[in-house]
């Protein structure tokens, strides 16, 4: 018996195995595009940036006549400054007096951040309000709440019609009438010291003197 020799069978060649690939290797091999920073980020650093001699680090908008309309010049400008920065026009959403707001409340915003250095997060912790509404206000996404606008100008050292001029009719009148009020108060406070003093003098206490006073006081504030 012949014994016969089997051949080992042949199968295909196997392909040659492909390097593993990771999360984190694709993620290597995506470029990354750059984030373009939006206003609320540029404001933050816009003093970092400009030119040392720059004009806009001297003005006083604030000082001058028409401050509301000298602020949104100066808003305006740092605006300017801004999109030069991004390389390219900054759109909002917000139109019309809103519009005219907006640059205000951004020219009111460098001016303090001139002085004090202040961040978005800072500032919205002293209002009580959360980073992002504040953003929202500086990139011009929406109106500014009436609440917001006391807030923000109380903070910023600005009359609220120096960011909204349309509201300085109204709280003119309103700081006349505080004023009544207060002018009222202070007469009755002389005339309860006047009577007061009268009676001393009558004691035989020598305020005569002080008497007089008073009465050039009542005479200088025109209450009688």
């Not at 000082?63 to 030069?84: D, M, Q, T, Y």
């Not at 205000?104 to 961040?119: D, F």
């Not at 929406?142 to 917001?148: C, F, G, K, M, N």
């Amino acid at each position: 018996m012949t014994a016969t020799s089997t051949a080992p069978a042949q199968g295909k060649p196997k392909a040659p195995r492909k390097p593993r690939t990771t999360k984190k290797s694709k993620a290597k091999r995506v470029a990354k595009k750059p984030v373009k920073p939006n206003l609320g980020q540029l404001l933050d650093g816009i003093w970092s940036r400009l030119e040392e001699n720059d004009p806009l680090r001297t003005m006083e908008p604030l000082k001058l006549p028409s401050p509301h309309e000298n602020l949104r010049a100066f808003g305006r400008a740092i605006i300017r400054a801004c999109e030069k920065c991004l390389g390219h026009k900054i759109e909002v959403e917000v139109e019309g007096y809103d519009h005219d707001t907006w640059e205000r409340l951004i020219g009111a915003w460098a001016l303090y951040q001139r002085s004090n250095r202040i961040t978005r997060c800072e500032a919205a912790k002293q209002l009580g309000l959360d980073r992002s509404s504040l953003t929202i206000a500086l990139n011009g996404k929406r109106p500014l709440t009436q609440w917001v606008l006391m807030s923000l100008a109380k903070l910023l050292n600005v009359e609220p019609f120096d960011i909204r001029s349309d509201l300085g009719a109204s709280y003119a009148r309103s700081k006349d009438r505080d004023v009544a009020i207060m002018l009222n108060r202070i007469s009755n406070e002389i005339s309860s010291l006047k009577g007061d003093v009268l009676g001393l003098i009558q004691v035989g206490m020598p305020l005569e003197g002080l008497l007089t006073k008073i009465d050039r006081l009542d005479a200088e504030l025109g209450v009688h």
